[in-house]
């Protein structure tokens, strides 16, 4: 498996994988919201032999500063439970870090991203609507995530359906 950067030729298979994944157009729009909305998105896919096996994407969040919204993250339904979605998910925050973003919020399934070190106590100290036990931080500086503010995802989140 490689894991590299999104290229333009990656886009429809960027979009393919992520209907798959979640059985709906929804996320794929967002991702292609997202790409036009956030030159400074980090887009990571996991390439196998060639064919593209998964997408992660962070894009800048409106607030706090400093801070990245994981979402969507989509590994195609054949290959589930091989650990691409976890080699992804890696491999972004690693490039944030690089990058010097200070933390990341993410909302899911809090067992799950608990091995990246996301907690939901990260993000108490912030409000949003999406705020409640799926809401979760990680810390890319120490202490970054200690104040409290709102929190708001990009724009591009605004129009996704539930
Ligand atoms: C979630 C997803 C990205 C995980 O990718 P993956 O390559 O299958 O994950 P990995 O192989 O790295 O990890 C598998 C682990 O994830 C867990 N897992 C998979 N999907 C999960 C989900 N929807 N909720 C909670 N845990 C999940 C598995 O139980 C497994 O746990 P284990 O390691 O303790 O056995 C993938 O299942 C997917 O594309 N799902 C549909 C889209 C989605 O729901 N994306 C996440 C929200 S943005």
């Known amino acids: 498996m490689h894991l590299r950067a999104e290229t ?3 886009i ?4 393919r994988v ?11 729009r967002l991702v292609d919201r997202l790409r036009a909305e956030s030159p400074d998105a980090i887009s990571v896919v996991a ?7 998964g997408h992660v994407m962070l894009s800048p969040m409106r607030a706090p500063e400093g801070a990245m919204g994981l979402a ?4 195609r339904p054949d290959l589930h439970g091989k650990g691409v979605g976890t080699a992804l998910v890696t491999e972004a925050l690693d490039r944030a870090r690089a990058a010097g973003w200070k933390g990341v919020f993410v909302l899911g399934d809090p067992p799950y991203y608990a091995r990246f070190g996301f907690h939901t ?11 409640g ?3 979760m931080g990680l810390e890319l500086e120490a202490g970054a995530l200690s104040g409290e503010g709102a929190l708001s995802y990009a724009r591009a989140f605004d129009d996704l359906a539930e």
Do not use: K, M, N, W
């Open 121 to 131: 106590q990260t993000a108490r100290g912030y409000a949003s609507s999406y705020s």
């Open 12 to 15: 429809p298979h960027v979009r």
């Open 133 to 135: 036990p799926f809401l």
């Open 8 to 10: 333009l030729a990656d």
């Open 72 to 75: 969507p993250v989509s590994v």
């Open 18 to 28: 992520t209907e798959a994944a979640f059985g709906r157009e929804d996320e794929a």
């Open 47 to 53: 390439d196998i032999d060639g064919e593209l096996a």
